[in-house]
């Protein structure tokens, strides 16, 4: 369409909005990349100011397209999307490119796999559902964080633009269509749905399941639609001069204090998320005024504009310097140490946006830019190999050196003068996947489920007995003791499993663990059961009704369904990730930590409960983490802890002597019996 066939029609005039250069945004792109970085280096918190940019983003992109509609009448894939690669690829691909770099010889080796996953996740821009899916993962939730966990609110900004993309597409198609009169008010009617749908989808969800509200793309939408709609009327508000004034002083004010009013991490993005909208709405309306003592002098001055062109650098920068610098220094950088891992960013951002950015975003010709970022990408795609290649030939080669007189793990316990001393297995790259069979191969239910999962082990067909392992994770990690006593045997073994779910009575009936602990009860009523199996205490608790309700459970089940129970007595706890420890200092340094805490606050009842429960059986083996006394993070040359309180299975596998010989003690009897 041409231009004068685009005035004849009216386009030009139906999308009306206020495209000039606003430096006071520029400045507020500063000021939440710095709150951003300040609340994270010195207060290990979120600050908001990530909401803040996707406000930002939605009023600039929607600028951008409306401009591009006003201009040609159309509005082309291809243009766009060649436009957002050339901005956003340059930064990515050289900033993942450098922590790789970095991750050979500066990153624990036990998120090295983690690092990895999510610098693909970021290269593609689904890092946000790689973070949501691990942080509603129970075992993975506790992992320590990878260099670039922040990358996720880019990704989430990729898919948005795509989104808009789409969104407008269709606007556009209409108007040509229908030639209607009142574009803008179309425009505010779909931006205004999508507020409303995705701000109450984002409510409900943070009350039920906030962590996986937290990252997905659907529950922060409503916050990008926010700045849309802000562009469409904008050029119709008035803000008198002294209003703006206040508005704009107080919205900076409020922004810089969100962080501290709210636990972010955990509160957002629910309506809580409206107080950071709402100083970012102030902030822009005022914006719209320029006097004297008004906020749009302080973020539209020079510097503030500078900044604001490096903001995006300067969020991505600050978390790698930061992540590295906890890794291999300490965890709370001090007041000089955090300043200059904030101008470090600032440096870097400067370089990298000149040097990196710049020549690609500006090319000409696209072939050539594209040229360019094809290289980086083969870089990195070259790296990642590179890294997991050496990861997987270190650990083969470990594993060539494992035997059970070598790496006993808690059988060491009984001849630990006479283990030799070796490099601690599994390496500690594969630690922290070092999981039971039931959990890689999905026997364990999840969170989200209530069904009972039944896994199937050891002897399927012609079996003698039936042993079934029921709770938590604190009963699932003893999978791979039980897997390892049943072999060669003619007992079966089942798996039911839940993460985060003990075998309880301490659940509300109607709540997802009280459906499970139910419909287990249920199942077990008709199964061909002889012997279960489940932590019955929590080392960590503080209160007795806690261990009791599990004994109770397993008493109940014992009382009404005659199927006998094996009470085990929980592994010690820490309230600091043990594998962490263990990279950031050493084994000493470690076993120190350990032993300064109290680690089983289940003592007392654990001893009244073998005093005076005579009907399940019992076994604690409590011992089997300690060496004379002294708690240790490895012991027969195995690493026992993959985060603060699980084992790992090759430490819980070292156990199948000791439950052979208790399960055969236990079910001679029942079968005795029969």
Known sequence: MNERNLKESGLQKRIDIESKFRPEIEGLRVVAALLVAIYHIWFNRVSGGVDVFFVISGFLITTSIISTINRTGEFKFLPYVTKLLKRLLPSVLFILAVVLILSIFLL??????????????SMFFYQNWQLAISSTDYLDATQMKSPVEHFWALSIQGQFYLIWFVLFSFILWMMNKYQIKSIKTVINMILGVLFVTSLSYSIYLTEVNQPWAYFITMTRVWEFALGSLLCINLSAIRVPKWIAVIIGWLGLVGLIATGILFNVSQMFPGYIALWPMTCALFIVL????????????????????KLGGIAFGIYLWHWVLLEFYRYNVQQTPGLLMGTLIILSSIGLSYLMTE??????RTATINRIAFKKLGAMMGINILLIGSLLGMSYMQEQELKKQVSSDRYPGAMAIENVLNV???DPFPSYANVFNDLPLVHTDGSNQGLKE???KVGEYGKKKDYKATIALVGSSHSEQWFGALHEAVKGTDIRLINLTRSGTRFSTGYEPDSLKGTWNQNVLDYLKDADVDLIISHVTAADASKNRIHQQMID?????KDEYGIDGLALRDNPRYDFNVLEALETSSIEDTTKKMNDQDNQTDEAFWKNFEKTNKSLYKMDLTRYFHVEGEYRPVIGNVVIYRDNSHMTNTY??????LFKEKINEVLSEKLGKK
């Open 108 to 121: 624990p080796e036990s998120i090295l796999g983690k690092t990895i996953r999510e610098v693909v996740a």
């Open 652 to 657: 819980a596998k070292s156990f199948g002597p």
């Open 450 to 452: 209530t069904d009972v």
């Open 355 to 360: 040097w990196i950015e710049k020549p690609i």
């Open 420 to 422: 030799p001393k070796e």
């Open 286 to 305: 005022s914006g719209t005024q320029d006097t004297r003592f008004s906020l749009k002098r302080f973020l539209g001055s020079k510097p503030m504009v």
């Open 553 to 557: 459970q397993m008493q109940f089940v």
